[in-house]
């Protein structure tokens, strides 16, 4: 392709986007002068026909030829209507048509789409759903409603609809939040010989059977409760945009076999933590399905000191997990007062406190968008009783966790690295809680606290977990083969146990031996 020489930069109507070649084909507009001097002075020949078809030069902002074979015409005048509604009257037929060959484009016709299905689905939730600010984004799609609509596109009996309308009943989203905040616990007590020095990085202290157990009744437990929560809120579900998706709301789902499935969930969860792990568990995690289902969901139509009762249901699986793992090194009766109430369950009780103060930066930034929604289905929800006070709760917990997590440190189940490095995410955490209290949820300050709370437990927990105390000194020496001297001194205090169980049973022994000299027959 050769270059255009300079000489076009002087012509009026340069086309900067259009090759040498192609510009030879077009009739460039001649002076009147010159045009009365080649009619008088030279023969008239015919036109060359351009071997372009007619859209070619669209997207350079060149008009294509007229139908019936005038000659081409460029852009003397916009195209666009004029103040009184008309079009220019310079090139206005040709304007027209290639108005209507642009519309007839394909890039062109799915933007026509997009913008028709836009103002479609505006109409239609201003018309089935209360008004909301035009500054509010809306929230994520609830599993639960994902779900939903993903089993419609299956038979009505099949088995794999069946399983996912089941699985919405369970919200799994939060199902697997719940069950990853009592593993945490469960990985971070501190068990003596973590790692055995002799193997190396190879088999954890705690039983993986016990895990699977926790896990597994946990998931269950927490399914149980948000079926039962789901029976209960039916007709205010239908009333809520985030909500209305659900399979009961819907009739994919039969009240009956929700409620069985409900009970099957409670008594497999609970009879597995019960014979799995240990009965403290499992009265845990029957007392967490009788808050939720029986107190929380109830109270949600009663007052707004409901969220305090969910903040508790969330900081129950932390303790779960930690007396899981207490029951394995407990050496009494494994009750409720040994697993729970010693110097050594502190660190449980810091994890329940971490994830009660959690709840309530990430619940209020929730539940702020959709305050009308709530209001509407007639919840007792901070959100829309007090939203200055509903942005205070949010920061004054959200602070708590600069203390918590030196407190994590102090006790001994963190290094105290961990203390530092929690600190960005917390301050992350705070600094979205203060823009959500100076702005009360407008401005998009309840979307960012939001999605902070979202990122900032796992975080908190892969640190916590990453930073166990004691551990990658364990490593270390397993790497190098150095002693461990912890398990020097278990080996020790064993060793004088036994010694002190022997003496007291040789003890026993000489005393129920006959002295010697003693009266005979």
Not at 357 to 380: D, T, V
């Amino acid at each position: 392709m050769r270059l255009r020489p300079a000489g076009n930069l002087l012509r009026p109507y340069t086309l900067d986007n259009v090759c040498w070649r192609c510009s030879q084909q077009l009739n460039y507009a001649k002076p009147s002068a010159r045009t009365a001097f080649v009619h008088t002075a030279a023969p008239v020949t015919p036109k060359q026909r351009s071997r372009l078809k007619v859209g070619y030069f669209l997207s350079n902002k060149l008009l294509p030829q007229a139908q019936h074979g005038s000659a081409p015409k460029y852009f003397a005048a916009s195209t666009a209507p004029n103040e009184a509604g008309t079009a220019a009257p310079t090139g206005a037929s040709t304007a027209n048509h290639a108005n209507q060959v642009n519309q007839d484009l394909p890039h062109r016709r799915r933007q026509a789409a997009r913008r028709k299905s836009a103002i479609e689905n505006s109409t239609t939730i201003s018309n089935t759903s209360a008004p909301a600010p035009a500054a509010e984004n809306p929230l994520p799609q609830d599993a639960s409603s994902a779900l939903t609509t993903a089993s419609t596109k299956h038979p009505a009996n099949s088995l794999r609809r069946q399983a996912s309308l089941l699985l919405s009943l369970s919200k799994p989203r939060l199902t697997v939040l719940v069950v990853l905040t009592a593993m945490a616990p469960y990985a971070l007590y501190p068990v003596p010989a973590f790692l055995s020095p002799s193997i190396g990085l190879d088999t954890p202290s705690l039983s993986p059977l016990t895990l699977t157990f926790l896990t597994t009744g946990t998931a269950l437990c927490s399914a149980s409760a948000n079926a039962l929560n789901m029976l209960y809120e039916l007709a205010w579900d239908a009333k809520m945009s985030r909500t209305r998706n659900r399979p009961l709301v819907r009739g994919l789902l039969s009240e009956r076999r929700a409620l069985a499935f409900a009970i099957l969930a409670a008594l497999a969860g609970v009879g597995g933590l019960y014979f799995g792990v240990n009965p403290t568990v499992a009265f845990l995690g029957a007392a967490n399905i009788a808050l939720y289902a029986g107190v929380y969901t109830p109270m949600k139509r009663v007052s707004w000191l409901n969220t305090w009762v969910g903040a508790i249901v969330g900081g129950i699986p932390p303790l779960m997990g930690w007396a899981a793992a207490a029951g394995e090194s407990a050496t009494g009766d494994g009750s409720f007062r040994e697993l729970l109430f010693t110097s050594d369950a502190i660190g449980g009780w810091l994890f329940a406190a971490l994830l009660f103060a959690w709840q309530f930066p990430h619940f209020m930034s929730l539940s702020w968008p959709i305050r009308e929604e709530y209001k509407a289905a007639g919840h007792k929800m901070l959100c829309w009783i007090n939203p200055a006070r509903n942005a205070r709760v949010a920061l004054r917990y959200s602070l708590l966790f600069f203390p918590l997590s030196v407190a994590l440190c102090a006790v001994g189940v963190t290094e105290w690295s961990f203390a530092v490095t929690s600190l960005p995410v917390n301050y992350w955490l705070a600094r979205e809680a203060v823009r959500f209290w100076q702005h009360e949820g407008f401005k998009g300050s309840a979307r960012g606290l939001f999605w902070a709370s979202v990122w900032h437990l796992p975080v908190i927990m892969v640190l916590a977990l990453a930073q166990k105390k004691g551990m990658w000194g364990r490593v270390w020496r397993s790497i190098v083969g150095e002693p461990d001297l912890e398990d020097e001194d278990d080996e020790d205090w064993i060793v004088d146990q036994v010694g002190e169980e022997a003496e007291a049973a040789d003890g026993k022994a000489q005393n129920a031996v006959a002295p010697i000299g003693s009266k005979s027959a």
